[in-house]
Nanobody, 125 residues
Framework: QVHLVESGGGLVQAGSSLRLSCAAS????????VGWFRQAPGKEREFVGG???????YYTDSVKGRFTISRDNAKNTVYLDISSLKPEATADYYC???????????????????WGQGTQVTVSS
C-alpha cells in the first residue's frame, strides 16, 4: 500500500512560482511511476506530467517549459515545480502512483492505483 500526501498549494499571484510536493509513505522510487494531474473548477481532470520509475520525465504540451517534475530518493518525495503561473493554472493538483519499474508513465488516471488527497492552487491575476 502506498499513501501519498500533496502539499505546497496556496494562493499566489500570476507570474510567480510554486513547488508542490508529493510525499509517499512507502518507497516508490525506482519501482513506481508518479503522475501529476490537475482539475480546474468545472473541468475534467487532466494529466500534466509524470516521472517514471527510471526517472524519465514527461509533460503534456501545454505545460512544457513551465512545469518541472523531479524526485528526492532519500525523502521518497516527488516535486512539481511550476513557474510563470497563470490564472488558468488554478486547480486542485493531485499526484498518483502506479507500480511501473520501467520508463513508462501513463497519462490516464485509471492506470494509477494510489492517489493523494490533492492540494489547491489558486492563481490571482
Amino acid at each position: 500500500q502506498v499513501h501519498l500526501v500533496e502539499s505546497g498549494g496556496g494562493l499566489v499571484q500570476a507570474g510567480s512560482s510554486l513547488r508542490l510536493s508529493c510525499a509517499a509513505s512507502g518507497r516508490i522510487v525506482d519501482s513506481y511511476a508518479v503522475g501529476w494531474f490537475r482539475q480546474a473548477p468545472g473541468k475534467e481532470r487532466e494529466f500534466v506530467g509524470g516521472i517514471s520509475g527510471t526517472g524519465t520525465t514527461y509533460y503534456t504540451d501545454s505545460v512544457k517549459g513551465r512545469f518541472t517534475i523531479s524526485r528526492d530518493n532519500a525523502k521518497n518525495t516527488v516535486y512539481l515545480d511550476i513557474s510563470s503561473l497563470k490564472p488558468e493554472a488554478t486547480a486542485d493538483y493531485y499526484c498518483a502512483a502506479s507500480w511501473s519499474p520501467s520508463d513508462y508513465v501513463a497519462e490516464f488516471g485509471g492506470a494509477y492505483a494510489f492517489w493523494g488527497q490533492g492540494t489547491q492552487v489558486t492563481v490571482s491575476s
